[in-house]
């Protein structure tokens, strides 16, 4: 059976920094392309970041451009997101996802949740002002 198991999630002041990370088991995902999603209270889940399956491209929303880096290490089959000088708008239930279609595309970045099919279950980030 195939998990994705975010960490890291917690209570943080604004201008603060979290690490969150994305352990996968029952399957490598090194051949995928893998996503942080976010979901805030009343609003629909966004796209946050995404990375390649080898990590040289990324992606990311322009809300966290600059502050945010997403990476990925395949031989611990984890991917991680840095997130610095952290916003109150940044609170949010984060998810990470791998990739599953279309086939051909496994491996490219993508924004588009519907393209993962893959997801953890959630860890919760909350900024406080």
């Known amino acids: 059976q195939v998990h994705l198991v975010e960490s890291g999630g917690g209570l943080m002041q604004a201008g603060g920094s979290l690490r969150l990370a994305c352990a996968a088991s029952g399957r490598t995902f090194s051949s995928n392309a893998m996503g942080w999603f976010r979901q805030a209270p009343g609003k629909e889940r966004e796209f946050v970041a995404a990375?390649?399956?080898?990590?040289?491209?990324?992606t990311y929303a322009d809300s966290v451009k600059g502050r945010f880096t997403i990476s990925r290490d395949n031989a611990k089959n984890t991917v991680y997101l840095q997130m610095n000088s952290l916003k109150p708008e940044d609170t949010a239930v984060y998810y990470c996802a791998a990739r599953s279609r279309p086939a051909w595309g496994l491996r490219v970045v993508s924004r588009n949740e519907n393209e993962y099919g893959y997801w953890g279950q959630g860890t919760q980030v909350t900024v406080s002002s």
């Open positions: 990375i390649s399956w080898s990590g040289g491209s990324t």
